[in-house]
Protein backbone atom coordinates (compact mmCIF):
# COMPACT_ATOMS: atom_id res chain seq x y z
CA UNK A 1 0.00 0.00 0.00
CA UNK A 2 1.28 3.42 -0.97
CA UNK A 3 2.03 5.90 1.91
CA UNK A 4 -0.31 8.87 -0.02
CA UNK A 5 -3.07 8.38 -2.11
CA UNK A 6 -4.06 10.84 -4.10
CA UNK A 7 -6.73 10.68 -7.21
CA UNK A 8 -4.39 11.89 -10.58
CA UNK A 9 -7.67 12.63 -12.26
CA UNK A 10 -7.55 14.40 -14.49
CA UNK A 11 -10.42 17.15 -13.07
CA UNK A 12 -12.34 19.18 -15.75
CA UNK A 13 -14.32 22.07 -13.94
CA UNK A 14 -16.13 25.32 -15.60
CA UNK A 15 -15.07 28.64 -14.09
CA UNK A 16 -16.51 29.77 -10.73
CA UNK A 17 -16.84 25.81 -9.55
CA UNK A 18 -15.96 24.78 -5.98
CA UNK A 19 -13.22 22.25 -6.83
CA UNK A 20 -12.90 19.64 -4.30
CA UNK A 21 -9.49 17.71 -3.92
CA UNK A 22 -8.15 15.03 -1.44
CA UNK A 23 -5.46 12.42 -0.61
CA UNK A 24 -5.47 9.30 2.01
CA UNK A 25 -2.99 7.83 3.80
CA UNK A 26 -2.16 4.70 5.52
CA UNK A 27 0.69 6.37 8.51
CA UNK A 28 -0.88 7.35 11.45
CA UNK A 29 2.12 8.97 12.26
CA UNK A 30 2.25 11.91 9.72
CA UNK A 31 1.52 15.13 11.65
CA UNK A 32 2.22 17.79 8.98
CA UNK A 33 0.12 18.21 5.87
CA UNK A 34 0.62 20.55 2.48
CA UNK A 35 -1.02 21.17 -0.25
CA UNK A 36 1.22 22.51 -3.60
CA UNK A 37 0.33 23.94 -7.07
CA UNK A 38 2.48 22.98 -9.97
CA UNK A 39 1.93 24.66 -13.08
CA UNK A 40 3.78 22.80 -16.19
CA UNK A 41 7.31 23.02 -16.00
CA UNK A 42 7.86 24.60 -12.93
CA UNK A 43 8.42 23.97 -9.22
CA UNK A 44 5.32 23.14 -6.35
CA UNK A 45 4.42 26.15 -4.76
CA UNK A 46 3.72 25.45 -1.40
CA UNK A 47 -0.33 26.71 -1.13
CA UNK A 48 -1.16 25.46 1.94
CA UNK A 49 0.26 24.21 5.55
CA UNK A 50 -1.66 22.43 8.46
CA UNK A 51 -0.67 21.03 11.17
CA UNK A 52 -2.56 18.02 13.00
CA UNK A 53 -6.10 17.96 12.19
CA UNK A 54 -8.78 20.96 11.56
CA UNK A 55 -9.20 23.20 8.63
CA UNK A 56 -7.42 26.41 7.38
CA UNK A 57 -8.65 29.36 4.98
CA UNK A 58 -7.03 31.05 2.69
CA UNK A 59 -8.43 33.14 -0.06
CA UNK A 60 -10.33 31.01 -2.02
CA UNK A 61 -8.67 27.95 -0.80
CA UNK A 62 -9.23 25.51 2.22
CA UNK A 63 -7.38 23.03 3.76
CA UNK A 64 -9.19 20.26 5.69
CA UNK A 65 -7.10 17.61 7.79
CA UNK A 66 -9.16 14.57 9.30
CA UNK A 67 -6.64 12.83 10.88
CA UNK A 68 -9.24 9.75 12.45
CA UNK A 69 -10.01 8.97 8.94
CA UNK A 70 -6.77 9.63 7.37
CA UNK A 71 -8.10 11.79 4.88
CA UNK A 72 -7.02 15.59 3.79
CA UNK A 73 -8.75 17.99 0.99
CA UNK A 74 -8.36 21.01 -0.41
CA UNK A 75 -11.03 22.99 -1.54
CA UNK A 76 -11.33 25.70 -4.14
CA UNK A 77 -13.83 28.13 -4.54
CA UNK A 78 -15.06 30.44 -7.56
CA UNK A 79 -12.29 28.66 -9.39
CA UNK A 80 -10.59 30.63 -12.32
CA UNK A 81 -8.74 29.41 -15.51
CA UNK A 82 -5.45 30.59 -13.60
CA UNK A 83 -6.13 27.65 -10.91
CA UNK A 84 -5.34 25.44 -13.69
CA UNK A 85 -2.25 23.42 -13.01
CA UNK A 86 -1.48 19.46 -10.96
CA UNK A 87 -1.83 19.96 -6.95
CA UNK A 88 0.01 17.65 -5.13
CA UNK A 89 -0.54 16.84 -1.69
CA UNK A 90 2.39 16.09 0.89
CA UNK A 91 2.96 14.85 4.46
CA UNK A 92 5.36 14.68 6.90
CA UNK A 93 6.04 13.72 10.62
CA UNK A 94 9.02 16.01 12.70
CA UNK A 95 12.27 15.93 11.01
CA UNK A 96 11.21 13.13 8.37
CA UNK A 97 11.03 13.48 4.56
CA UNK A 98 8.24 13.97 3.00
CA UNK A 99 5.58 11.74 1.20
CA UNK A 100 4.07 13.15 -1.73
CA UNK A 101 0.82 11.88 -3.86
CA UNK A 102 1.15 11.27 -6.94
CA UNK A 103 -1.08 15.03 -7.97
CA UNK A 104 -4.00 15.71 -9.30
CA UNK A 105 -4.17 17.53 -12.55
CA UNK A 106 -6.93 20.24 -12.71
CA UNK A 107 -8.12 22.01 -15.86
CA UNK A 108 -10.62 25.07 -15.02
CA UNK A 109 -12.44 25.96 -18.27
CA UNK A 110 -13.36 29.73 -19.06
CA UNK B 1 7.07 32.11 2.12
CA UNK B 2 10.42 31.28 1.97
CA UNK B 3 12.51 31.49 -1.06
CA UNK B 4 14.32 29.12 -2.96
CA UNK B 5 16.22 29.32 -5.92
CA UNK B 6 17.23 27.31 -8.36
CA UNK B 7 19.97 27.42 -11.33
CA UNK B 8 19.91 26.57 -13.83
CA UNK B 9 16.66 26.40 -14.98
CA UNK B 10 17.70 24.30 -17.98
CA UNK B 11 20.08 23.38 -19.77
CA UNK B 12 21.51 20.96 -22.67
CA UNK B 13 24.72 18.79 -22.45
CA UNK B 14 26.70 16.45 -24.39
CA UNK B 15 26.55 13.02 -23.97
CA UNK B 16 29.45 11.75 -21.44
CA UNK B 17 30.29 15.25 -20.19
CA UNK B 18 29.05 16.78 -16.12
CA UNK B 19 26.20 19.15 -15.40
CA UNK B 20 25.95 21.12 -12.02
CA UNK B 21 22.87 22.24 -10.42
CA UNK B 22 22.42 24.59 -8.16
CA UNK B 23 20.11 24.83 -5.15
CA UNK B 24 19.97 28.28 -3.25
CA UNK B 25 17.53 29.47 -0.23
CA UNK B 26 17.74 32.94 -0.48
CA UNK B 27 16.07 33.81 3.11
CA UNK B 28 16.65 30.92 5.21
CA UNK B 29 18.86 28.65 6.45
CA UNK B 30 18.09 25.63 4.63
CA UNK B 31 19.31 22.79 6.82
CA UNK B 32 17.63 19.81 4.98
CA UNK B 33 17.56 19.94 1.53
CA UNK B 34 15.92 17.43 -0.79
CA UNK B 35 16.97 16.61 -4.34
CA UNK B 36 13.79 15.11 -6.68
CA UNK B 37 13.41 13.77 -10.16
CA UNK B 38 10.01 14.32 -11.93
CA UNK B 39 9.22 12.22 -15.48
CA UNK B 40 6.21 14.11 -17.34
CA UNK B 41 3.01 13.25 -15.83
CA UNK B 42 4.62 11.62 -12.57
CA UNK B 43 4.49 12.91 -9.01
CA UNK B 44 7.93 13.58 -7.36
CA UNK B 45 10.85 10.73 -7.15
CA UNK B 46 13.03 11.58 -4.27
CA UNK B 47 16.49 10.72 -5.18
CA UNK B 48 18.46 12.42 -1.93
CA UNK B 49 18.24 14.11 0.83
CA UNK B 50 21.59 16.60 2.47
CA UNK B 51 22.11 17.74 5.56
CA UNK B 52 24.36 20.35 5.66
CA UNK B 53 28.21 19.97 6.52
CA UNK B 54 27.16 16.01 6.36
CA UNK B 55 27.11 13.24 3.43
CA UNK B 56 23.83 12.94 1.44
CA UNK B 57 21.12 9.88 2.39
CA UNK B 58 20.45 8.35 -1.32
CA UNK B 59 17.16 6.75 -1.91
CA UNK B 60 17.17 3.44 -3.32
CA UNK B 61 18.54 2.73 -6.35
CA UNK B 62 19.77 6.08 -7.18
CA UNK B 63 23.38 6.02 -7.84
CA UNK B 64 25.72 7.89 -5.32
CA UNK B 65 28.47 8.39 -8.10
CA UNK B 66 26.47 9.41 -11.01
CA UNK B 67 24.37 11.80 -8.74
CA UNK B 68 26.59 13.91 -6.48
CA UNK B 69 24.98 16.07 -3.74
CA UNK B 70 27.10 18.39 -2.11
CA UNK B 71 25.50 20.65 0.48
CA UNK B 72 29.01 22.50 1.77
CA UNK B 73 26.90 25.20 3.59
CA UNK B 74 23.28 26.34 4.78
CA UNK B 75 22.45 27.94 1.90
CA UNK B 76 23.97 26.02 -1.12
CA UNK B 77 23.26 22.68 -2.13
CA UNK B 78 24.52 21.12 -5.25
CA UNK B 79 23.95 17.96 -7.22
CA UNK B 80 26.47 16.74 -10.18
CA UNK B 81 24.87 14.48 -12.71
CA UNK B 82 28.28 13.13 -13.71
CA UNK B 83 28.95 11.18 -17.18
CA UNK B 84 25.19 11.66 -18.49
CA UNK B 85 23.23 9.95 -20.87
CA UNK B 86 20.12 10.99 -22.65
CA UNK B 87 18.59 8.49 -20.02
CA UNK B 88 19.40 10.88 -17.35
CA UNK B 89 17.48 13.66 -19.24
CA UNK B 90 14.55 14.41 -17.06
CA UNK B 91 13.34 17.50 -14.59
CA UNK B 92 15.41 17.83 -11.38
CA UNK B 93 13.99 19.70 -8.32
CA UNK B 94 15.04 20.61 -4.82
CA UNK B 95 13.51 21.70 -2.34
CA UNK B 96 14.86 22.98 1.22
CA UNK B 97 13.43 23.18 5.03
CA UNK B 98 14.79 24.96 8.09
CA UNK B 99 14.81 23.86 11.48
CA UNK B 100 12.01 26.06 12.80
CA UNK B 101 9.42 25.34 9.98
CA UNK B 102 7.80 21.36 8.66
CA UNK B 103 6.86 22.48 5.27
CA UNK B 104 9.13 22.12 2.33
CA UNK B 105 10.07 25.16 -0.37
CA UNK B 106 10.66 24.02 -3.91
CA UNK B 107 12.76 25.49 -6.39
CA UNK B 108 12.01 26.31 -9.76
CA UNK B 109 13.34 23.24 -11.10
CA UNK B 110 15.49 22.20 -13.82
CA UNK B 111 15.14 20.38 -17.12
CA UNK B 112 18.11 18.71 -18.49
CA UNK B 113 18.33 17.30 -21.66
CA UNK B 114 21.53 15.11 -22.84
CA UNK B 115 22.18 14.84 -26.39
Known amino acids: QKEVEQDPGPLSVPEGAIVSLNCTYSNSAFQYFMWYRQYSRKGPELLMY????GNKEDGRFTAQVDKSSKYISLFIRDSQPSDSATYLC??????????FGTGTSLTVIP | GAVVSQHPSWVICKSGTSVKIECRSL??????MFWYRQFPKQSLMLMAT?????????EQGVEKDKFLINHASLTLSTLTVTSAHPEDSSFYIC???????????FGQGTRLTVV
Open chain 1, 90 to 99: AMTREGNQFY
Open chain 2, 50 to 58: SNEGSKATY
Open chain 2, 27 to 32: DFQATT
Open chain 2, 95 to 105: SARSPSRAEAF
Open chain 1, 50 to 53: TYSS
